[in-house]
């Protein structure tokens, strides 16, 4: 996402692009395959959005392909307690300011006592309070959880309501990701205004989504997009970077290099040389962390609502892909999506399957009758990097020392969490380094 986002900002800007990808398909992590028992597109994970990511949907905008993502009229998130199965919404009443909005759905929400609440409403105005760009340090010094407790909350507060938000938006608990970060979703998503968490999808598999827009909007601008080869490594003459090396033995050389790449990938192509320099060592530090996405095809419909999401189940969100891409029956596509998936890193697709299957059983009585066709788990270990305390200080900026090198990638300092949003802002930020240096 962050290099076709500089690839069609610096081809709207006059640059010759070529845009190279390892994969067969665009999208990195925000794509689909296809399974070929099904015949149709997978997505690797399923990718959720909200208005507040005003870059992304710039992108979509750009692309001319807006209209192929959904976004919700108002927040409706419907959480069902899973041991006892009462269910309630949290919601937004737009036409109430920030943070009453969200007042209705909070007095009705049934999974924290009135005692609780009453806790909890302190915490958000404490959250809504803290100035965090002039508590910076202080902030990105102590874990979420630590800053929660300060702040009155309890461990089942936290449980019930912090920690689902959180390892939602952060693909981590509220005792792994920065005070600095917890309080940034909140304040730029949840409370920013009645419509920010407005929650979205795409209407499609994410790779048709991408593909052909991006190829249009470059090759109509005389870019080039090469995929299914890798970048195997920079070229260099003196300091400066000449080009790339492809792993088919192809050189292009340019005159602006922009690396894309997860923040695993980037020392190799540096090489070891530059890998050590003390601007670009510290990305060596950051750490991933993974997400399970669980992918179910029922012979009939055994969910009737869009998505729901579950407290205390290993299944945290469950997504009906039927509704989401208006599949036509009589089966059902679902998808269930785990973050902070430790736990399942090493199962097999039997263990997975197994799991999952009696838990879909427990928590949808229509899948009890259903027959399961085919089932598939698939793990990505580095899905996101974790925000942990001190992480922001290891984000390189997109400028480096290198004249004419430039890093996007959404673990590049945009100040966002591992999003898609995060990925389009560094592309637009590198795009934007790019021009100043060769006004
Ligand atoms: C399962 C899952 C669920 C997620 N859910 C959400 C969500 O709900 N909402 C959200 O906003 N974000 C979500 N994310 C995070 C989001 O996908 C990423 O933050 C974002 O897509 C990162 O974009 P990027 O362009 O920075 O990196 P990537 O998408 O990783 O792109 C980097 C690209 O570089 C390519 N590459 C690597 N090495 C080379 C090389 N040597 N030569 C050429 N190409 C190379 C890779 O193949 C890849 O295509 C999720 C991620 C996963 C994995």
Redesign the pocket.
Known sequence: ????TVACVLADRGWRVTL????RW??????SFLDPVVGHHVD??????MRC?TA?LGLLERLGIRDKVFLQRRLEVPLVEAVTGRRGVLFSQPSLPSPLHLSASFLAYPHLTLREKVRALRGILSVRGADRLRQRDGLEGITFRQWLETHGQTPRIIRHLWEPIILGTL?ALPHQVSAMMGIMVLQEALLAGPHTADMGWARTPLSPLLEEAVRRHLARRGGTVLTG????RLMWEAERVKGVALADGAEITATAVVS???WD?LPH?LGPGWAEHPFFAPVRRLKGAP?L?IHLWYDRPVMREPFVGFLNSPMQWVFNKSALWSLEGPGQHLSI?ISGAEAYVGKSQEELEAIFREEMEHLFPLARRARLLHFRG?L?RN??FCPAPGVEALRPPQATPIPNLFL????TRTGWP??????VR?GLLAAEEVQRRFL
């Open positions: 996402m962050a290099g076709i190279v990808e390892r994969r665009l999208g990195g992590r925000a794509s690797l994970g399923q990718h959720v959005l990511f992304y693909n080869v890798a970048v195997a894309a790449v997860p990938a192509l997400i996405n999506s698939v990505m899905a996101t996007a990638g959404e673990w591992s999003t898609m949003e995060s990925a560094s």
